[in-house]
């Protein structure tokens, strides 16, 4: 085996470009995942524009004042905003692409929802124009600011509930309310409840006020408990519940470690598979096969020696790839020998899944092009996330999936970049049970193939 | 020419082999003696290659057996089984190791100068001519110096001139007793080289025995070869 690994070593370093292509080309797919996956989305670009004259944004609620205009311009945070100084510029930014989408505060928005507050009637409406022709872009800027929007619902329900709670408050307890300006005292109601006890204890037992003060008091006690409830559940109304967050299983790997696992096992998947059949396709389409396993090698000797060549270069390739990213990303060091192990394993199976495809083309590039059609729905059906599909065909993943070593083997980096669940060990005797079983096809396939 | 020496233990029996449904060999017998030059002829799909190729090792027939491990003898397929970008010498060098011979680098210095490229001895083989390609490919078939060479039509790429100093040196090696099985579709080389012929006909060893008794056989013009292929051959039924 030493000297056929010498000779497809001396064959790589005269090919120069075809190693080349075979690393950088990888390599670049991978950093473009890596990329997407660990970058979040940009803001979009938002034509806002506020018709709401300054000074005119506010409503009274109760003796307080709500500024509904400040709370539209939350938006601002979820969106770059692009400079318009009217409606009419805001729909025209929309239609000319400099902007994605225009929301419109109209001027009669803060009276909406003082009528709505006050009346219970009307619907308070901003306008949203959006022309994004990318149906994903679409939803996703209007997701963008359909949340924001609800937040600033959420900000002012809960402004309002608290404006609403202090007054009923002052109702049960007493205080002061402000009008004209002026500082009104107000009774409230235990001390209106306090005033007709004391009235009622110095009336004659005959009196005939004696019976309509005390229907008062049990009606001001039945007010009093009843508002009494009124606080703690008017105040739960604002935020109705409460998420506690607790991770049974599945994985805890931070999201740009795993975005780092993605791109190292693609290009490791890419630089193997593609090594591995192509080196043996060379046997042939050089005509030298038949010359060396007429005795010189066995046939499983020299499939043993491409998956090596294969899975060695493969590792060194993306240990260096992992060392690199790791000046970007946090990858856990102390655990260098866990990657070269899930590196090594995972370059052990994608090299006998190469050879097993290198066994049944005759050419190099037919070996490299079946090995570059069956890697890229391999990895697709393992980064397919289970949410995103139903539960049959979930399953029909899943099963593919657990054929090949993509999903193994990324599970194996990812716990070896981070120690996070899941563990490591089911991973690689996963990675090395495929090893096995594709080494035994490509044997199968040289049978039945290489003869011709 | 004159038939060579005794029969020497190499022999093929019985031998058949199918490829799916189709026979591609028959029941193929015979015997080599030493330093014999036999020429395998027939038309195209007779099972020259096939025959070749179980010779040396690199099919398995599903019947019959040979007097000899197929990697004993020295095999020169048809196109050249070299790696187009190790250099001559790191050719010779890769089989002399493969084939596990005592001093591999003594073994490449002797190819180099027999075959006449000592002085390309560094060139990728990717770069060399046709000719010159295949005497690499011969070279590398008698780099353990077998007794026994198998060539599958080893001059079908060349020229007249490289025809011509390729059949010298398989020549020379049949007078040092080295044995040489080749299949052609020229039957003049057959007639000027071979001291025997092996006619293969689909899949069938129609006829063995030296050019002479092949023309005899037809009966016709004693000079003409090929005439006398053509017509056992039809007399034959092919």
Redesign the interface.
């Known amino acids: 085996m030493r000297w056929l690994l010498i000779k497809d070593l001396q064959i790589l370093r005269r090919s120069p470009l075809l190693v080349g292509l075979l690393i950088v080309y990888p390599i670049a797919i991978a950093l473009m995942i890596g990329f997407a996956l660990s970058s979040p989305p940009g803001k979009p670009k938002v034509a806002l524009y506020n018709e709401v004259p300054a000074g005119r944004g506010t409503i009274n609620i109760g003796n307080q004042k709500l500024d509904v205009a400040g709370y539209a311009s939350e938006l601002l945070n979820s969106i770059q905003p692009v400079k318009v100084h009217s409606a009419a510029q805001a729909i025209a930014a929309v239609r000319d692409g400099q902007a994605l989408a225009a929301v419109i505060i109209p001027a009669a928005l803060p009276q909406q929802i003082q009528t709505l507050i006050t009346q219970g009637v009307g619907s308070p409406t901003v306008r949203l124009y959006l022309n994004t022709k990318d149906p994903i872009e679409k939803q996703f800027v209007d997701q963008a600011i359909s949340s924001r929007i609800n937040t600033v619902e959420q900000a002012v329900s809960k402004q309002v509930l608290r404006v609403a709670v202090n007054d009923l408050q002052e109702v049960l307890n007493g205080g002061s309310v402000e009008i004209l300006g002026q500082k009104v005292p107000l009774l409230g109601l235990r001390n209106a409840r306090t005033i007709v006890q004391g009235t009622l204890a110095t009336l004659p037992r005959d009196s005939p006020l004696r019976a309509a003060l005390g229907q008062v008091i049990s009606f001001a006690d039945l007010a009093i408990q009843g508002l009494g409830f009124a606080k703690p559940v008017l105040g739960s109304i604002g935020t109705p519940l409460t998420v506690q967050e607790t991770q049974l299983a599945g994985r805890t790997t931070p999201t740009d470690t795993y975005a780092a696992a993605i791109a190292v096992i693609v290009s490791l998947m890419f630089v193997t598979m593609l090594l591995a059949a192509g080196m043996l396709a060379v046997e042939r389409s050089e005509n030298a096969y038949a010359r060396l396993v007429r005795g010189l090698v066995t046939p499983g000797r020299l499939l043993s020696e491409k998956i090596v060549l294969a899975g060695g270069c493969a590792t060194l390739v993306t240990v260096v790839m992992a060392a690199f990213i790791s000046l970007f990303i946090h990858l856990d060091w102390s655990r260098f020998e866990l990657w070269v192990l899930a590196l090594a394993l995972g370059g052990l199976a994608f090299g006998a899944l190469g050879v097993a495809i290198g066994a049944v083309a005759r050419e190099v590039s037919a070996a490299s092009l079946m090995a570059f059609l069956v890697s890229l729905p391999v990895a697709f059906v393992a980064l397919v996330p289970a949410s995103a599909v139903s539960g049959a065909i979930k399953t029909v993943l899943d099963v593919v999936a657990f054929l090949f070593p993509f999903k193994a083997a990324l599970e194996a980096i990812a716990n070896a970049f981070s120690g996070t669940s899941p563990g490591i060990g089911l991973p690689l005797v996963h990675l090395a049970v495929l090893a096995v079983v594709f080494a035994g096809l490509a044997a199968l396939a040289m049978r039945r193939f290489a003869a011709r | 020419m004159s038939t060579a020496a005794a029969p020497i233990p190499f022999a093929a029996r019985s031998l058949t082999k199918r490829f799916g449904t189709r026979v591609a060999l028959r029941d193929v017998s015979f015997e080599l003696a030493a330093g014999e030059l036999v020429g395998i002829i027939g038309p195209n799909g007779a099972g020259k290659t096939t025959l070749l190729?179980i010779l040396?090792?690199?099919?398995a027939p599903d019947e019959g057996e040979l007097s000899h491990?197929?990697?004993d003898a020295g095999?020169v397929?048809q196109?050249?089984?070299?790696?187009?970008?190790?250099s001559v010498a790191?050719n010779l060098r890769?089989?002399a190791?493969?084939?596990k011979v005592p001093d591999p680098e003594a073994a490449v210095a002797r190819m180099l100068e027999q075959t006449g490229l000592s002085d390309r001895a560094g060139e990728?083989v990717g770069r060399l001519s046709g000719g010159n390609q295949q005497r690499v490919n011969i070279a590398?078939g008698l780099l353990s110096e077998p007794p026994v060479l198998l060539l599958d039509e080893p001059s079908a790429s060349l020229d007249p001139r490289q025809r011509e100093r390729l059949w010298e040196f398989i020549s020379a090696l049949g007078q040092r007793g080295t044995t040489v099985v080749f299949s052609t579709h020229n039957v003049a080389e057959v007639e000027r080289y071979a001291h025997r012929v092996l006619l293969l006909a689909d899949g069938e060893l129609l006829f063995t025995g030296t050019p002479a008794e092949l023309e005899r056989a037809v009966g016709g013009d004693p000079r003409d070869l090929e005439a006398a292929l053509v017509g056992f051959l039809h007399l034959h039924g092919h």
């Open positions: 190729s040396a090792g690199a099919l491990a197929g990697r095999w397929p196109k050249p089984a070299l790696y187009s970008k190790l790191e890769l089989f190791r493969l084939e990728e590398i």
